[in-house]
């Protein structure tokens, strides 16, 4: 499959997918929003992929909505384009997906990386939701992501007030897992995909599902999905495998079943 906005390749066992709008900042026009979703889904469903890495530039990860697209838009126009309903496609993804950000991470740029499983940040990064600054506000899920992750009262000075936080900020308030050196950033997110795609499959899997219940619901219903979680694995061979590897003093051999 060939895309026009995004670049795809594989990385031993991991799919990265390069958003390749540097004209504008990679800002998400439709096109570019459709393909990076139509990309994740293709890797989420090859078996030669066991994690994925988002990225885009070294100066820009992606500068938001493309605010020229969406200028003179109308409520119901945004409605029928399903603008911001398209962003639920990443949450159906099952494998895990690391974000590699350099440069700016504003707007609907930020929103993708939070909506990541994990972040990489190189020393450039820069992660802001300007949206008040141009009438609107962040409609994929910044709002309510950042205010679990952050709390309220830094959440509440991003979306309203446009403070931008730097790749060192964003590791002090854990919103980021590691910042590395912008010569190698994406380098970096790649071994880290790797180490993931080296783990149990199905494990990995629902090990996420997991974590992700916890911002979904209540505590007791949480440890209940861990639990649906849990005992399944004990029907796969995996689970075998990866406990006799152990006794045994040897790798274990991952077969994804
Ligand atoms: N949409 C469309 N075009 C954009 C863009 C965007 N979000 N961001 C940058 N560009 C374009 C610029 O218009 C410019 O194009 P021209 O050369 O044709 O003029 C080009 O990219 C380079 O940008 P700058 O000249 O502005 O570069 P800079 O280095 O001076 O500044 C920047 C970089 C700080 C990222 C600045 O471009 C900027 O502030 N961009 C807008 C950020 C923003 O407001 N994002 C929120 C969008 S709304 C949103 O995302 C809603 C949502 O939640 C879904």
């Known amino acids: 499959m060939t895309y026009s906005t995004v670049l795809t390749e594989i990385r031993g066992r991991v799919g990265v997918v390069t958003l390749n709008r540097p004209q504008a900042m990679n800002a998400f026009n439709n096109l570019?929003?459709?393909?990076?979703?139509?990309?994740?889904?293709?890797?989420?469903?090859?078996?030669?992929?066991?994690?994925?890495?988002?990225?885009?530039?070294?100066?820009?990860?992606?500068?938001?909505a493309d605010i020229k697209e969406m200028a003179e838009s109308s409520p119901f126009g945004m409605i029928k384009q399903g603008r911001v309903e398209k962003w639920d496609r990443i949450r159906a993804i099952k494998k895990v997906v690391?974000?590699?950000v350099s440069g700016w991470a504003l707007g609907g740029g930020c929103e993708l990386a939070l909506s990541c499983d994990m972040i990489i940040a190189s020393e450039s990064a820069k992660f802001g939701q300007p949206e008040v600054t141009i009438g609107i506000i962040p409609g994929a899920g910044g709002t309510q992501r950042l205010a679990r992750l952050l709390g309220k009262q830094l959440a509440m000075e991003m979306v309203i007030?446009?403070?931008?936080?730097?790749?060192?900020?964003?590791?002090?308030f854990g919103m980021v897992n590691r910042v590395v050196p912008v010569e190698g950033y994406l380098d970096a997110a790649v071994a880290f995909a790797e180490e993931i795609a080296s783990r149990a499959p199905l494990a990995v899997r629902m090990a996420k599902d997991s974590v992700n219940a916890a911002f979904e619901t209540t505590l007791t219903e949480g440890l209940r999905a861990e639990k649906r979680?849990?005992?399944p694995l004990f029907s796969t061979e995996d689970q075998k495998e990866g406990m006799r590897a152990f006794?045994?003093?040897?790798?274990p051999n991952w077969k994804g079943r």
């Open 32 to 64: 570019m929003l459709g393909e990076l979703f139509d990309a994740l889904e293709a890797f989420d469903r090859d078996d030669n992929v066991g994690a994925m890495v988002v990225t885009g530039g070294e100066k820009a990860f992606a500068a938001g």
């Open 98 to 100: 690391i974000a590699a």
């Open 161 to 172: 007030n446009n403070r931008t936080l730097t790749a060192a900020e964003a590791l002090h």
């Open 229 to 231: 979680n849990f005992y």
């Open 247 to 251: 006794i045994e003093k040897r790798k």
